[in-house]
């Protein structure tokens, strides 16, 4: 069965720590990963990871995906409170043209 | 842009009554993804359109949810009838086209049915 692994589940850091989300998966044929950043809305898009090894970065955050060990991080460096979230990882499969989500780590980012 | 239009925003009712949502899409936007998210189940899409036409339905829990889309500017996700199990936050997304990355979300319907 399809599925997506997220850890930890819950999260307290200080500002300015830094802090790595992990998302571990199983699914058939996969085509790509994603993280979002969900507040207390809707979900918004972080990355997109298809390759191996390649980092994708974006200011504090960047990601990376293993595609033989089955599993992408999440790295946030300098924690910040509006990094408070629940950091949703999603796979995309081709055999199902479908997405699935994992739990969510819910981090709290505290002054 | 005023971006995916949901509502209601919240909707309280008792089970066994029907609950009505409604969605309206980016205008240009030819996908519209529907999507519901419990603590129990996370988030999971239920359904989606591609010019209003219903493409995969396989995430529909059971009979008693229907979806549809009669145009280009509106859906309605129905539950009829609604149980208690059925309470959740309940997205609605639309693209240009069928990639995740580039889906955006609408604010959600936060359902209790009491």
């Known amino acids: 069965e399809d599925k997506v692994v997220q850890s930890p589940l819950s999260l307290v850091v200080h500002e300015g720590d830094t802090v790595t989300l992990n998302c571990s998966y199983e699914v058939t044929n996969f085509r790509s990963l994603l993280w979002y950043k969900q507040e207390k809305k809707a979900p918004t898009f972080l990355f997109m990871l298809t390759s191996s090894g390649i980092e994708k970065k974006s200011g504090r955050l960047s990601s990376i995906l293993d595609k033989k060990e089955l599993f992408s991080i999440l790295n946030i460096t300098a924690t910040q409170t509006g990094d408070s979230a629940i950091y949703l990882c999603?796979?995309?499969?081709?055999?199902?043209?479908?997405?699935?989500f994992g739990p969510g780590t819910s981090l709290s980012v505290i002054p | 842009d005023a971006g995916v239009i949901q509502s209601p925003r919240h909707e309280v009712t008792e089970m066994g009554q029907e609950v009505t949502l409604r969605c309206k899409p980016i205008?240009?936007?030819?996908?519209l993804f529907w999507y519901r998210q419990t603590m129990m189940r996370g988030l999971e899409l239920l359904i989606y359109?591609?010019?209003?036409?219903?493409?995969?339905d396989s995430g529909m829990p059971e009979d008693r949810f229907s979806a549809k889309m009669p145009n280009a500017s509106f859906s309605t996700l129905k539950i009829q009838p609604s149980e208690p199990r059925d309470s959740a936050v309940y997205f609605c997304?639309?693209?240009?086209?069928?990639?995740?990355?580039?889906?955006?979300f609408g604010p959600g319907t936060r359902l209790l049915v009491l």
């Open positions: 359109f591609n010019n209003n036409v219903p493409i995969d």
């Open positions: 997304a639309s693209s240009r086209d069928r990639r995740q990355e580039t889906q955006y």
């Open positions: 999603a796979v995309e499969s081709t055999s199902y043209d479908k997405v699935i």
């Open positions: 205008s240009g936007h030819d996908y």
